[in-house]
């Protein structure tokens, strides 16, 4: 049922507006805040955190509890669907990233800098800089907001995927310094594993020998950060050339993207391998 779902996604989100639908964190928002506010969790910020992240996760438990021993488990589908929509990320990067290839490709830099704060939140100066920003936010997003929970779901379930989404959204729009921070260690070591996977698939489908440098030096170190290992394996893979404006330095976006849809296909390849083996 895990490789119907991932397929079933696939479907809603390239020919469906659910996603948009699906995705709305106002009730845990309102849940996050209240923990938040309550001066006896400002002061325990891993419960407050254990609070918004295992209370959601224990309802649906629940849920699927009552649902898989019925219909031989086809009843809990529509349940996993749901979740695996709603624990992919928040908006849409191809339309994020438009108003930003436009300008690049016309060579207005100064155009590209304000709809890169504007759309991407990215603030960087130097021109140069810029699209090596707009390059590493691509990649990066790409992972946090596809392969992560993928990921999650086929090895371990909704439980997982749903885990992984309610850590970010806590690191993005927790308040509390104590508890956005305990937010990020705990999301750090949910990317550890899936983060140096799409690592080796970047090397499969990319540059395998630039992939083997970025890579060897810190495949097993805790202390390098996801978004760091993601974007230097991710640009060796595709071998992204210098930033240049203009036609040339939207290519490289071209690129990027391209490898991401590589890596994505082979991931749904070895699901399927794996799904057929057991």
Partial sequence: ???LVLLLVLWVEKFSAWRSN?????PWLRLLARVEHKAEWVARPWLALALVVLLPLAVLALI???LTPLAYGWLALPVHLLVVIYSLGRGDLQAALG?????????DAEAAYLVARRDLGLEVEEEGALLKSVQGHLVWQAYQSFFAVIFWYALLGPLAALAYRLLALSAE???QPALRERAVQVRHGFDWLPVRVLAASFALVGNFAAVTRALLHELLSWDISAAQLVISTGR?????????????GVSSLDGLWQLLVRAAVLWYALFAVWTLLI
Avoid: N, Y
């Fill in 64 to 66: 699927l509890i009552v």
């Fill in 173 to 175: 729009h927790a308040e």
């Fill in 22 to 26: 699906i995705q709305q964190d106002g």
């Fill in 236 to 248: 060796a893979a595709s071998e992204t050339p210098e930033p240049v404006i203009g036609e040339v």
């Fill in 1 to 3: 049922m895990s490789f």
């Fill in 99 to 107: 108003p930003f290839r436009d300008s690049w490709r016309r060579g």
